[in-house]
């Protein structure tokens, strides 16, 4: 009885074929586990913006006030709206022990109780943003010149400490060369980083260009 087997040949086409259909799979599986990713964190802050609101309307239309000398960030209060902690996570990043509680930064416009009916367009306003994988302990950011003046050079949009406030603490291309952003009506949206500061600066960041000095 004869028996029947694969040639080398035959082996060798049928594992080249495998390693085409793998080339091209696997950047699409990739694609896919972002694109999974990016709906992830767009529900997170989607959530978040939304406990914002809810605070406010429950506080005399005002956001939380930090209190830096007694540890007590924005997102303490939000946490009874959200009722998971996780929704502080985005999928996009791998955590550290020494990160802070939230990978989200506040527009720090929201920082220290401003009203949330005090701006001209607060479908365009934002008020979150995916904070930089690195910035482990900057929970806001700043949308406007320290000297409440140059509000066309973003390189005076720093802090006290002469660092970049604003630019250098978002991630700006978390997802396909862009990222979500809260904002002050509640809903949340993907945008290139460029299109969130057209018109003047510091665009959807502070579209008012309200100056609030530390």
Do not use: C
Not at 16 to 36: C, G, R, S, T
Not at 117 to 135: H, M, N, V, W, Y
Not at 158 to 187: M, Q, T
């Amino acid at each position: 009885m004869k028996v029947k087997a694969f040639t080398l040949i035959e082996l060798l086409v049928v594992i080249a074929i495998i390693a085409i259909l793998a080339a091209i799979l696997f950047p699409v599986f990739a694609q896919a586990k972002l694109a999974a990713k990016k709906t992830a964190d767009l529900s997170n802050i989607k959530q978040i913006s939304l406990a914002l609101f809810m605070y406010a309307a429950d506080n005399d239309d005002l956001s939380p006030a930090d209190d830096e000398e007694n540890h007590y960030e924005w997102f303490e209060p939000l946490q009874a709206y959200v009722k998971n902690e996780g929704v502080f996570r985005t999928p996009a990043y791998t955590h550290r022990p020494d990160a802070s509680e939230t990978d989200y930064a506040l527009n720090r416009i929201f920082v220290r109780s401003a009203s949330l009916t005090g701006f001209s367009e607060p479908t365009r306003q934002i008020t979150i943003a995916l904070k930089d994988e690195e910035e482990t302990h900057e929970d806001d950011y700043q949308p406007w010149p320290h000297d409440g003046v140059s509000w066309d050079d973003l390189t005076t949009y720093i802090d006290d400490e002469g660092e970049d406030a604003f630019e250098e603490r978002l991630e700006k291309r978390p997802f396909n060369g862009g990222a979500n952003f809260g904002f002050l009506d509640g809903h949340a949206k993907f945008y290139k980083w460029e299109r969130t500061l057209e018109g003047q600066l510091p665009g959807l960041h502070n579209i008012d260009r309200v100056y609030r000095p530390d």
